[in-house]
């Protein structure tokens, strides 16, 4: 069965720090994994994914990811934080692809000016 | 183009009122998709479609939660009789899938639901 965890609830940085969100997978098939971002009363909005081919991958607002296999391990970061990144980050693994995405329980970023 | 349209955003009823909340997924996509999303059990899929036909419906809590996409452009999730444990928020999303692999899901802004 598939399954992510997402290390730290909270987790705060300031302004022009570097953010780090961590996420662990497990998955017997392999993997898609993705980062969504959630700002307050709206709905989940792709970052960034990885299906297959480059391990490193970029996506919106200056966020990337990197997937490790050996590590399971899909963690997001972006070099400065910038207030506007203050939400809600969700990690979520898709097995092989299907419908059967499994969503970690959610980082919320706060940034500090 | 405009996203996944959900209605009513916020629907405050009491307890044993029947709730119908309503989705409009994105053109042309043809995977739908209803989550439900609480602080203690996070983002839990309710539903999913495909084509309009129910493909995966195991997510549904119980019988008083039902679920309809008579078109490719409207869906709809009904709960009755309501209960305060019902209180979350749903979101509906949609994708354009091919074959197995199911693409990027585009949610909407959702319904906070509360039932008193």
């Known amino acids: 069965a598939q399954s992510v965890t997402q290390l730290g609830s909270h987790v705060s940085v300031s302004e022009g720090a570097l953010v780090l969100l961590r996420c662990n997978y497990s998955?017997?098939?392999?993997?898609?994994l993705f980062w969504y971002v959630q700002y307050p009363n709206q709905g989940l909005q792709l970052l960034l994914k990885?299906?297959?081919?480059?391990?490193l991958v970029k996506g919106i607002n200056g966020f990337e990811a990197e997937f490790k296999k050996s590590e399971t391990s899909f963690h997001l970061t972006k070099p400065s934080a910038h207030m506007s990144d203050a939400a809600e980050y969700f990690c979520a693994v898709s097995e092989g692809g299907t419908y059967k995405y499994i969503f970690g329980t959610g980082t919320r970023l706060k940034v500090l000016a | 183009d405009a996203g996944v349209i959900q209605s009513p955003r916020h629907e405050v009823t009491e307890m044993g009122q029947e709730v119908t909340l309503r989705c409009k997924p994105i053109s042309g996509h043809n995977s739908l998709f209803w989550y439900r999303q609480t602080m203690m059990r996070g983002l839990e899929l309710l539903i999913y479609f495909n084509n309009n036909v129910p493909i995966d419906d195991s997510g549904m809590p119980e019988d008083r939660f039902s679920a309809k996409m008579p078109n490719a452009s409207f869906s709809t999730l009904k709960i009755q009789p309501s209960e305060p444990r019902d209180s979350a928020v749903y979101f509906c999303?949609?994708?354009?899938?091919?074959?197995?692999?199911?693409?990027?899901?585009?949610f909407g802004e959702g319904s906070r639901l509360t039932v008193l």
């Open positions: 999303a949609s994708s354009l899938s091919s074959g197995r692999i199911t693409g990027e899901l585009f």
């Open positions: 990885y299906t297959t081919g480059a391990t």
């Open positions: 998955s017997s098939v392999p993997p898609y």
